[in-house]
């Protein structure tokens, strides 16, 4: 199934991160890093290492505070994959892939050194997994304001994914959670961009962007009729409306409809 919802739950707190795990988070992401005192990492460490000890019912991530956090995590069967802060450079995943052999890695792009490195990155080993944006961290690096200051910098790494071969980066957080016309909002603008879910802080925030990201019914219906008219014709396909589609657009058609299976559509 193709995720669309990250929970992020904080590391120091095991009562959040079980809400968490029971949420309906398509993967929750255990924090190390910024939600976490710097006086609280060591027992968010020892907490987190407690919880990966055994297997749990959805995906688990952690967000890393430093690469020491990585060996006493590594080889727990609880762990799924790790999320590296602050990548500048490709030379900043190869120690993590060493030191957690077997397990994805996502790459957050926070600085504009990350995001012109962006491609670099996203193809530095085998193990990375995705990559997305820390738009915080990014916003207070370029001295933007607003969204149109981060418009370049999203599109490059919604295409730095694609040309790397790897999914559709999810969007970053949304800070308001009581604003959550804003967030569809959001979304939905993100959507238009090429992204593919989003991060969440709180579980209030997961239906609206599971919403946001899942085809509507139009969308599932025109799906339907290029792949249909791809199974009679090959090459540039005419539809019936006088649209003509190609084998790119035939397979877009296809992840629509993959999409669109997560709700039973």
């Given at each position: 199934?193709?995720p669309?919802?990250?929970l992020?739950a904080p590391?120091?707190r095991?009562?959040?991160v079980?809400k968490?795990?029971?949420?309906?988070?398509?993967?929750v992401i255990?924090?190390?890093?910024?939600a976490?005192?710097?006086?609280?990492?060591?027992?968010?460490?020892?907490?987190t290492?407690?919880l990966?000890?055994?297997p749990?019912?959805?995906p688990?991530?952690?967000?890393?505070h430093?690469?020491?956090?990585?060996?006493?995590?590594?080889?727990?069967p609880g762990?799924?994959?790790?999320?590296?802060?602050k990548v500048?450079h490709a030379?900043d995943i190869?120690?993590?892939?060493?030191?957690a052999?077997?397990k994805?890695?996502?790459?957050?792009?926070?600085?504009?050194v990350?995001v012109e490195?962006?491609?670099a990155?996203?193809t530095?080993?085998?193990?990375v997994r995705?990559?997305?944006?820390?738009e915080a961290?990014?916003r207070?690096?370029?001295?933007?304001?607003n969204d149109t200051?981060?418009?370049w910098?999203r599109s490059?790494?919604?295409?730095a994914a694609?040309?790397a071969?790897?999914?559709?980066?999810?969007q970053?957080?949304?800070?308001?959670?009581r604003?959550?016309d804003?967030?569809?909002?959001?979304c939905a603008?993100g959507?238009s961009?090429g992204?593919l879910?989003?991060?969440a802080?709180h579980p209030?925030?997961l239906?609206v962007?599971?919403?946001?990201?899942l085809?509507?019914?139009?969308?599932?219906e025109a799906?339907?009729?290029?792949?249909?008219?791809a199974?009679t014709?090959a090459g540039a396909l005419?539809?019936p409306d006088?649209?003509?589609?190609?084998a790119?657009?035939v397979?877009a058609a296809?992840r629509?409809?993959?999409l669109?299976?997560r709700?039973?559509v």
């Amino acid at each position: 199934m193709t995720p669309l919802t990250w929970l992020y739950a904080p590391g120091d707190r095991p009562e959040v991160v079980q809400k968490a795990l029971s949420s309906g988070a398509d993967i929750v992401i255990v924090d190390l890093e910024d939600a976490v005192a710097p006086h609280r990492k060591a027992y968010a460490l020892a907490a987190t290492a407690e919880l990966l000890s055994s297997p749990q019912p959805v995906p688990v991530h952690v967000r890393i505070h430093a690469e020491r956090d990585i060996a006493p995590l590594a080889p727990l069967p609880g762990l799924a994959a790790l999320r590296i802060p602050k990548v500048t450079h490709a030379t900043d995943i190869r120690a993590p892939a060493k030191l957690a052999p077997g397990k994805g890695l996502y790459a957050l792009l926070e600085s504009a050194v990350g995001v012109e490195h962006a491609y670099a990155i996203a193809t530095a080993d085998p193990a990375v997994r995705g990559i997305a944006l820390g738009e915080a961290d990014l916003r207070a690096d370029l001295g933007v304001r607003n969204d149109t200051g981060l418009a370049w910098p999203r599109s490059r790494v919604v295409v730095a994914a694609r040309a790397a071969g790897l999914p559709p980066p999810t969007q970053s957080v949304f800070p308001d959670i009581r604003d959550l016309d804003g967030l569809a909002a959001s979304c939905a603008h993100g959507r238009s961009l090429g992204f593919l879910g989003r991060a969440a802080i709180h579980p209030r925030q997961l239906p609206v962007i599971e919403r946001a990201y899942l085809p509507g019914p139009e969308e599932v219906e025109a799906a339907e009729e290029i792949v249909k008219a791809a199974t009679t014709d090959a090459g540039a396909l005419a539809l019936p409306d006088g649209r003509f589609v190609d084998a790119a657009v035939v397979a877009a058609a296809h992840r629509t409809l993959s999409l669109a299976g997560r709700d039973g559509v």
